[in-house]
């Protein structure tokens, strides 16, 4: 079963009609029902167009043991709150609750509903029924920031930020880490629109940030809008989170890929045989949680062997991007070379390294 926000309301209602169908329909019941609820629209790209996509991918796996029910464009506060709620009271036996902000609404719907379970993408905290799951987006930003210092002329890299959050830092961090091994001259100039989608604001920013010199730009955003602009502009940039190329066939150098069927699978069979239990999931290249994006066929070969040697490392566990020497704005060294800064500190990353120009707001 696929629902959207403007069904929703209707859920309830249909739950209880399925009911009353008796127990042939009893017979019939798909084994688990799980619920998502997504920041933005589903669309054909972006974060919640990922999510949804895994959902499918879920659907594809497990056939008739599984229902499934999403709800798309929830903003984070107390509409989430009310909407974790709706699934919960409505026989979702595991509910997905993807994005951040959605943390603390997920934990207090999860208190009231022991038997079922919770996962929430991208949070910290966890209960016994709140699992966490997220990916490492960071190491294909290593990728695209080694790229990035291939493809500069201006050596100014722009990032569109949605909220200063260490998820967020850690991405912009990332890639002005890798340029700079190439290239110590290269600044990353960073603009926070407060949106996770927001295109109209997004495409003022990257317009903002390529009035100021910047020639590759990225973004952590979900919308194609900074694409769509580097392309009107004739620079170079990455999607966020799908393959955005359509939108940008010349500038999209990459996008990184989040792929989340496999873990979406992986914890609705635990519902089912019962081996479900509360975790904190953080994978990437080599646990195939993150992906790239085909290469543009307009990058120089140099670049992509380059970059593909980049997947190559990180996924073996030769390289980590954030291998030090790592060294703060104002020059504090939080890692020596030879160190490596621990998962711990990379989850609670609350600060800008050399070359990202600005101040980090609070």
Request: charged share 20%.
């Amino acid at each position: 079963m696929t629902i959207t926000r403007r069904t929703f309301t209707g859920l309830a209602a249909g739950t209880l009609a399925a009911a009353a169908l008796g127990p042939r329909a009893a017979l019939a019941a798909p084994k688990v029902k799980a619920g998502f609820i997504y920041v933005g629209p589903i669309g054909d790209h972006g974060w919640s167009y990922q999510h949804n996509a895994g959902r499918l991918g879920l659907m594809e796996a497990l056939g008739a043991d599984v229902a499934t029910s999403f709800v798309e464009s929830v903003s984070e506060g107390a509409d989430a709150e009310r909407v974790i709620r709706q699934l919960a009271t409505t026989g979702h036996d595991i509910i997905f609750t993807t994005s951040f902000g959605y943390m603390n609404p997920t934990l207090k719907v999860a208190r009231q509903f022991p038997k079922v379970k919770f996962e929430h993408c991208t949070g910290f905290n966890r209960a016994g029924n709140v699992s966490t799951y997220s990916g490492r987006f960071y190491e294909g930003r290593h990728v695209v920031g080694l790229m990035a210092a291939k493809m500069t002329k201006t050596k100014t890299l722009g990032y569109v930020a949605s909220f200063p959050i260490p998820e967020v830092v850690r991405g912009i961090n990332a890639i002005t880490l890798a340029a700079r091994s190439i290239d110590p001259e290269i600044t990353t100039k960073v603009v926070w629109v407060n949106e996770w989608y927001d295109p109209g604001k997004e495409a003022d920013a990257a317009k903002a940030l390529i009035d100021q010199g910047v020639d590759v730009l990225f973004q952590h955003t979900d919308s194609p809008a900074p694409v769509q602009v580097a392309q009107e502009r004739g620079i170079k940039t990455v999607g966020q989170a799908s393959d955005m190329a359509r939108f940008g066939p010349d500038a999209h150098m990459t996008a990184i890929i989040d792929y989340w069927d496999a873990y979406y699978i992986e914890r609705v069979k635990a519902v089912m045989d019962g081996t479900w239990e509360s975790k904190d999931t953080w994978g990437g290249f080599a646990a195939d949680m993150v992906h790239m994006a085909p290469f543009n066929p307009n990058l120089p070969a140099e670049v992509v062997s380059m970059a593909e040697a980049a997947v190559e490392g990180i996924t073996s566990g030769k390289i980590h991007p954030f291998a030090g020497p790592v060294v703060k704005q104002g020059g504090e060294v939080v890692a020596k070379a030879g160190e490596t800064i621990s998962d711990e500190a990379l989850l609670s990353m609350n600060y800008y390294v050399e070359g990202v120009q600005g101040d980090l707001p609070a």
